[in-house]
Each structure stands twice: as C-alpha cells, then as structure tokens.
C-alpha cells in the first residue's frame, strides 16, 4: 500500500522558517514526480514545488528563492525547507506524488502551516 506521510508544519513568525518532511513508499519513491501542494479553505489545490525522478526541480513564482525542495533516497523522503514565511503562505500543505506522463497519483493527509504574528 502507497503511503505519503508528512510532518513538520505549524506555526512561525513572519520572516520565519518551518521544515516539512514527507516519507514516501520506497515503491515509489524513485519512479514518481514528488512534491507539495497547499491549501486555503475555499480555494483550489496549487502547486508549490515539485521533483522530478531525473532531479529537476521547480517552483511556483510566488515561493521561488524562499522555499527549497529536497530528497534522500536513503530515507525515502522528501523535504521542503520554508524560509522568510509570509503570512501569505498560510495554508494546509499536502505531499504529492504523480506517475510520469499520467494523471495516477497519490497524497499525504495535509500539514497546517500557519504564518502569524
């Protein structure tokens, strides 16, 4: 069974740092497109960043030379570093992993990241 399993969120200051951790089934792991996504109630489900299986990596506009995506295949997890949070960044962060060139995927059950002072 596929799991994604996510931790780290929670509160921080603006201009703060958060570190959230997402462990991936190691069937997986090596073959699919890793990443988050965030959400604010009422609003869709965007992108924030994302991992290809070939290493590249990208960014939504809005997170791009704050937030730093990252994998360990030794411990089949990926890690996405928050810095210089604004409350903007307000938001349930889901981990996601996608089969390459299709629509199966799968996700973790969401991590709240709040961003207050």
């Known amino acids: 069974q596929v799991q994604l399993v996510e931790s780290g969120g929670g509160l921080a200051q603006p201009g703060g740092s958060l570190r959230l951790s997402c462990e991936v089934s190691r069937s997986i792991f090596n073959d699919y497109t890793l990443g988050w996504y965030r959400q604010v109630q009422g609003k869709q489900r965007d992108l924030v960043a994302r991992i290809f299986n070939n290493g590249r990596s990208d960014y939504a506009d809005s997170v791009a030379g704050r937030f730093f995506l990252s994998r360990d295949s030794a411990k089949n997890t990926i890690y996405l570093q928050m810095d210089g949070l604004e409350p903007g960044d307000t938001a349930v962060y889901y981990c996601?992993?996608?089969?390459?060139?299709?629509?199966?995927?799968?996700w973790g059950q969401g991590t709240q990241v709040t961003v207050s002072s």
């Open positions: 996601h992993a996608r089969r390459p060139f299709s629509d199966y995927d799968y």
